[in-house]
């Protein structure tokens, strides 16, 4: 068979069944499961479908979906806590450090609460909210409310990030395609995220394996700004090479 035809019905194979793993297509194919990666690869960078640890998903129409908050943190609810303590133990009494919005970030401030003399820079108002009552100094960012995200975005939220400096920041991302760069799917998000990466000496990725070769609608930063991910140990082999190669250094919870 020739690849292109192996490549034609490992998408109605993904349209029948909703997903297609590697191990099962090796099988069907009678081929090695190496070539089964590289025929997902290619169909990945195509534009025809979503690659994942251990196989591919159906592509989603248009950008990835700008889910509310309260729907994420039901979803990899472990992999956050593992990665939000992970995150804590890197943090130092005296420093300041930036989170941005998203249910990682929102674990990370949560881990933080009993952290001596630790300023915490954040637009995300929830995170506000859950560091009132702790000896944390809290500057939250102005701006406009995005009720989705209780973020806080626009030329307020900018401006006053370009005015402080940080040690840390730990950016939550929808999107981590290694080639690629960081993505999310809200355009005034991604220019925050950014002013925050240039407020901050280091850059910490934080996000769990499932965001790892997935693209959203804006583009926050190359794969060369980022210093540091922490993420879960089911993310794939392939990207865990990559982001050594690309001398990220890699925290695996």
């Known amino acids: 068979m020739l690849s292109e035809e192996r490549r034609r019905e490992i998408l109605e194979l993904l349209r029948t069944n909703g997903r297609v793993l590697v191990r099962e297509l090796s099988k069907h194919f009678r081929t ?21 640890h251990g196989g591919a998903l159906p592509k989603e129409t248009g950008a990835l979906k700008d889910s509310p908050l309260r729907e994420k943190e039901r979803q990899h609810h472990q992999e956050k806590i593992r990665i939000a303590a992970a ?35 954040t637009n995300a108002t929830n995170i506000a909210a859950e560091l009132a009552d702790t000896p944390v100094e809290v500057i939250l960012t102005g701006g406009v409310l995005r009720q989705n995200s209780y973020s806080l975005v626009g030329p307020l939220a900018e401006e006053s990030l370009r005015k402080l400096s940080a040690d840390l920041l730990f950016l939550g991302v929808d999107g981590f395609d290694v080639r690629y760069g960081l993505t999310t799917p809200n355009i005034l998000e991604a220019r925050v995220n950014r002013a925050m990466a240039e407020a901050a000496r280091r850059t910490v990725i934080v996000c769990d394996s499932s965001k790892f070769g997935r ?5 926050i930063m190359p794969v060369s700004s980022v210093h540091e991910a922490i993420t879960d140990k089911n993310v794939s082999k392939h990207d865990l090479k990559a982001l050594r190669e690309a001398d990220i250094e890699v925290t695996l919870v």
Request: glycine share 4%; proline share 2%.
């Open 87 to 121: 995150s804590a133990r890197k943090i130092r009494p005296g420093q300041v450090i930036i989170l941005d919005s998203g249910t990682t970030t929102t674990a990370i401030a949560r881990a933080c609460r009993n952290i001596k003399n630790l300023t915490i820079i």
């Open 215 to 219: 693209r959203s609608l804006s583009l």
């Open 32 to 52: 090695s499961q190496i070539t089964i990666r590289k025929d997902l690869e290619s169909l990945h960078h195509d534009g025809q479908l979503e690659r994942t």
